[in-house]
């Protein structure tokens, strides 16, 4: 099957392969990530102005920045999902870990830069599984989905996917424990269910708990994709209790939906397979 016909397929299908379905959802998840946030650069998101005081840029100057940047971000995401090469995915790798740092240098805790572990965690792993190039032109060539995934291909995809997954849950329950976040009162609050007090530390702790599984025990049956489902539920409280055009939180978010199915195809793979008996060799 020729590259060009594997820009839109659908993932669930069997017609095709492990490699090209990862390829997809690699390439879907750094497109969502970054057409979310660079939309909220676009309509000028007051929340953005603390991340610009921390380099002393004023209120009024940080708001000529924005459209640059949201356009930037999606021009990015675009053309990682249409001609996904290195350089693009070094430059998102670096991006999303920059914004998700600038979090915590705001004052905002270091739980926040945690649970956007979905937004770098997908690029990384995009990059990692490509490889760095022997040549400046490498960096630039469009990539294709791998031929086939090599032993430590294979552990690349298995524990970055799991170390984000932990982060991410473990980063947004921590905002419920030790921030009482106004956010996530607001969202679980708006649909009915109070999150004030030890209602909001028992919702933490749970999430928290759930990282632990995914670290330690991620192929309980149904628990990828109870996770899968859990997150896209909760960033659907986002235009759900606030405003239609909130629904670009829940797309910012996009690889924290991605993450989990990447790992539950990989455990159904015939690589997770082969890794398992690569690991139970007996040495000489």
Not at 43 to 68: Q, R
Request: hydrophobic fraction near 50%; charge should be positive; proline fraction near 6%.
């Amino acid at each position: 099957m020729s590259t060009k016909s594997l820009i839109l397929i659908n993932p669930f299908s069997g017609r095709y392969s492990y490699e090209e379905k990862l390829f997809f959802w690699l390439r879907f998840g750094v497109l969502g990530c970054f057409v979310g946030h660079g939309f909220w650069g676009l309509v000028l998101k007051k929340g953005w102005v603390p991340f610009f005081k921390v380099f002393f840029i004023d209120e009024p100057i940080a708001y000529n920045f924005m459209p640059v940047i949201g356009t930037m971000d999606i021009l990015i995401g675009l053309v990682v999902f249409f001609y996904p090469n290195r350089a693009l995915l070094l430059w998102a790798s670096f991006w999303t870990l920059f914004t998700a740092m600038l979090r915590p240098s705001a004052s905002m805790g270091m739980s926040e830069f945690f649970e956007r572990a979905g937004n770098y965690g997908i690029p990384i792993l995009f990059l990692l599984l490509h490889g760095l190039p022997a040549t400046a032109k490498q960096w630039f060539e469009k990539l294709k989905p791998l031929g086939s995934v090599s032993y430590m291909q294979a552990s690349v995809i298995e524990w970055v996917s799991r170390l984000s997954l932990f982060s991410l849950l473990a980063g947004h329950g921590g905002l419920a424990v030790f921030m009482n976040h106004p956010t996530l009162i607001k969202n679980m609050t708006g649909v009915g269910l109070p999150m004030t007090g030890v209602n909001l530390h028992i919702f933490g702790l749970v999430e928290i708990a759930l990282a632990f599984l995914v670290l330690l025990k991620p192929r309980i049956p149904g628990l990828l994709i109870f996770i899968c489902l859990y997150k896209l539920g909760y960033e659907l409280l986002f235009p759900i209790v606030g405003n239609p055009i909130d629904i670009f939180e829940t797309i910012e978010r996009m690889g924290d939906y991605v993450l989990p199915i990447i790992l539950f195809e990989y455990y159904r793979s015939k690589y997770f397979n082969q890794s398992r008996q690569h690991t139970m060799v007996p040495k000489a």
